[in-house]
């Protein structure tokens, strides 16, 4: 059984396009985290969704939103695509935040290509 | 801010044999935990070993175990008796035990040779 799925797995747009990445996991997991790899392979996070709360909103652009509808699913939303957004977007799960024992599990991404 | 470096952005290793990926990182917090993935080319990203801080004992997993020297901030990865399936990218990864960062290195491709 897949822990942590993530669709689409390969998004190709056009400039200015509104897209979204959505992500489920059934580990029962508390904890749910976006991140975005770019073309250097650097892998850095993006939010971080705790029992349906945001707990980290790092210095990304708001065209970035993520949705959290309830704690297996997070979802990233994303406005007025640019060139720069071009990456392969990562979701996670963890059990729960706060014990940093608990390992995070990795979808298998999402290639998000802007042209 | 704590910073994870792989120095090594590629290495390759002959079949069977063993090989060491390096990884340091600067932090001032006592407690933490680091971690190896490794991402393969499909993409995901598999938990590979991981290490408590607090814990002298160096981790193991089966073919992979970890040289972990904590005042010198160095975590390396060895892999023995390396098999194909092992080529892939592998990220070395740091989170301190309060926070809800997770900081990762570069990453090295490592290349099996048969």
């Known amino acids: 059984d897949t822990a942590v799925s993530q669709t689409p797995k390969y998004l190709v747009t056009q400039m200015g396009n509104d897209k979204s990445i959505k992500c489920e996991q059934n580990?029962?997991?508390?904890?749910m985290y976006w991140y975005k790899q770019d073309s250097k392979k650097f892998l850095k996070i993006m939010f971080s969704?705790?029992?349906?709360?945001?707990?980290i909103n790092e210095t990304v652009p708001n065209r970035f939103s993520p949705k959290s509808p309830d704690k297996a699913h997070l979802n990233l939303h994303i406005n007025s695509l640019e060139l720069g957004d071009s990456a392969v977007y990562f979701c996670?799960?963890?059990?729960?935040?706060?014990?940093?024992?608990?390992?995070?599990?990795f979808g298998p991404g999402t290639r998000l290509t802007v042209l | 801010a704590q910073t994870v470096t792989q120095s090594q952005p590629e290495m390759s290793v002959q079949e069977a044999e063993t090989v060491t990926l390096s990884c340091t990182y600067d932090?001032?917090?006592?407690?933490?935990?680091l971690f190896w993935y490794k991402q393969p080319p499909s993409r995901q990203m598999i938990l590979v070993i991981r290490?408590?801080?607090?814990?002298?004992q160096n981790a193991t997993e089966n073919r992979f175990s970890v040289n972990f020297q904590k005042a010198a901030k160095s975590f390396s990865l060895k892999i023995s008796d390396s098999q194909l399936g092992d080529a892939a990218m592998y990220f070395c990864?740091?989170?301190?035990?309060?926070?809800?960062?997770?900081?990762f290195g570069t990453g090295t491709s490592l290349t099996v040779i048969p």
């Open positions: 996670a799960s963890s059990r729960r935040q706060q014990t940093s024992t608990d390992t995070q599990y």
């Open positions: 932090t001032s917090e006592s407690d933490y935990y």
């Open positions: 580990l029962g997991h508390d904890t």
């Open positions: 990864a740091y989170r301190s035990y309060t926070g809800n960062q997770f900081y």
């Open positions: 969704y705790n029992n349906k709360e945001l707990i």
């Open positions: 290490q408590e801080a607090y814990k002298q």
